[in-house]
């Protein structure tokens, strides 16, 4: 099983950038689809983004299509999520994961097996 480590949260103003990183353990990473999801108060754990095993395919919700990207370094073991242009909508925690069936992409909470503790990231207007 492979475990996740997130970072790189904090208070932005609007319009501005962070970068997120997913740190995983393991042996699995490198054959792992990722994914991005965050969590605002009070509502569901959304999809944001996601990445295949090698990089070459990518996944965004609609309502970050165009602002963030997602990207792996498989020899580090780590995936990113750049977000420009911040909205005070994009409030929430943000967590990494992994489908159960590892090579799956991943773009439905209910489907992850392993998560990270989560990063906040808070947007102000």
């Known amino acids: 099983q492979v475990q996740l480590v997130e970072s790189g949260g904090g208070l932005v103003q609007a319009g501005g950038s962070l970068r997120l990183s997913c740190q995983a353990s393991?042996?699995?990473?490198?054959?792992?689809?990722m994914g991005w999801f965050r969590q605002a108060p009070g509502n569901k754990r959304e999809f944001v983004a996601a990445?295949?095993?090698?990089?070459?395919?990518?996944i965004y919700a609609n309502s970050v299509k165009g602002r963030f990207t997602i990207s792996r370094d498989n020899a580090k073991n780590t995936v990113y999520l750049q977000m420009n242009v911040l909205k005070p909508e994009d409030t929430a925690v943000y967590y990494c994961?992994?489908?159960?069936?590892?090579?799956?992409?991943?773009?439905?909470?209910?489907?992850?097996?392993?998560w990270g503790q989560g990063t906040q990231v808070t947007v102000s207007s």
């Open positions: 393991g042996r699995t990473f490198s054959s792992a689809a």
């Open positions: 990445i295949n095993v090698s990089g070459g395919y990518t």
């Open positions: 994961g992994v489908h159960r069936s590892v090579m799956v992409v991943p773009t439905t909470a209910g489907s992850i097996g392993s």
